[in-house]
C-alpha cells in the first residue's frame, strides 16, 4: 500500500476486555514498531519486529500486551483485561533496510478504556 | 531520567516570519536525529533529519541544527506558513535502540 495503515482508527473497551489492533506495514518494509502515545506526550516505544521475528519487547509495560506478525507482514497488539491506564493512541511504524533510520508512522489507533 | 527535553509546549509566529524549535538530550550516544510534524488525528510524518557527523542539514524552507557539545537540536522553518501548524517531535537513535522522542511542541502560524 501506499502507506503504513491501522485499524480499527478508534476503539472503546469495557475495562478488562481484551482488544487487538491491527498494523499494516509499507510493502517491503521489514521493521515494524509500536508505539504508545499518551495525551500531551510523544511517542514510547512498545516493541520492534524485523520481518516475523520480535528482536525488542523492552517497552511493552506489562504482560498483558502482546505482540505478533506471524508472516512479516501484518502486525497485530493485543492488550488483555484492559486497564485505564492502557487508554492511549497506539502508533504503528515501519522503515525500509535502505532508509531503517526513518520510520513511517500510521495514523495510529485511539484506545479509550471505560 | 528524561534522556529528551522538549520543554516547549507550545509556540506562536506569524506567518512569513521564522519558528525556531528546540530540543535538549543527554545521551551522548544519540547519533542520528530527526524531526516529525504531526497533524490531528494522524501519526507523525518524516520531515527532516541529521547525523551526529553534521552540524546542518536542510530542505526548503526546513533547517535542522545540531550542536553535539550543548547537546543541542534546533529545527528552523522559514519563512513560516499557516500550514505548518502541527505539533512538531525532535526524535533520537543511538545505534539499535529504538527512536526516543520529545514531548512535542505545538506551532501556531498565525496569517
Known amino acids: 500500500g501506499a502507506g503504513v495503515s491501522q485499524s480499527p482508527r478508534y476503539k472503546v473497551a469495557k475495562r478488562g476486555q481484551d482488544v487487538a489492533l491491527r498494523c499494516d506495514p509499507i510493502?517491503?518494509?521489514?521493521?515494524l514498531f509500536w508505539y504508545q502515545q499518551a495525551l500531551g506526550q510523544g511517542p514510547e516505544f512498545l516493541t520492534y519486529?524485523?520481518?516475523?521475528?520480535?528482536?525488542?519487547k523492552s517497552g511493552l509495560p506489562s504482560d498483558r500486551f502482546f505482540a505478533e506478525r506471524p508472516e512479516g507482514s501484518v502486525s497485530t497488539l493485543k492488550i488483555q483485561r484492559t486497564q485505564q491506564e492502557d487508554s492511549a493512541v497506539y502508533l504503528c511504524?515501519?522503515?525500509?533496510?535502505?532508509?531503517?533510520?526513518?520510520?513511517?508512522f500510521g495514523p495510529g489507533t485511539r484506545l479509550l478504556v471505560l | 531520567d528524561q534522556q529528551v527535553k522538549q520543554n516547549s509546549p507550545s509556540l506562536s509566529v506569524q506567518e512569513g516570519r521564522i519558528s525556531i524549535l528546540n530540543c535538549d538530550y543527554t545521551?551522548?550516544?544519540?547519533?542520528?536525529f530527526l524531526w516529525y510534524k504531526k497533524y490531528p488525528a494522524e501519526g507523525p510524518t518524516f520531515l527532516i533529519s541529521?547525523?551526529?557527523?553534521?552540524d546542518k542539514n536542510e530542505d526548503g524552507r526546513f533547517t535542522v541544527f545540531l550542536n553535539k557539545s550543548a547537546k543541542h537540536l534546533s529545527l528552523h522553518i522559514v519563512p513560516s506558513q499557516p500550514g505548518d501548524s502541527a505539533v512538531y517531535f525532535c526524535?533520537?537513535?543511538?545505534?539499535?535502540?529504538?527512536?526516543?522522542f520529545g514531548k512535542g511542541t505545538r506551532l501556531s502560524v498565525i496569517a
Open positions: 511504524a515501519s522503515s525500509s533496510p535502505r532508509e531503517q533510520e526513518t520510520q513511517y
Open positions: 510493502s517491503g518494509h521489514v521493521s
Open positions: 519486529f524485523q520481518n516475523e521475528a520480535q528482536l525488542d
Open positions: 545521551n551522548s550516544m544519540f547519533d542520528y
Open positions: 541529521i547525523s551526529s557527523i553534521k
Open positions: 526524535a533520537f537513535l543511538s545505534g539499535n535502540t529504538p527512536l526516543v
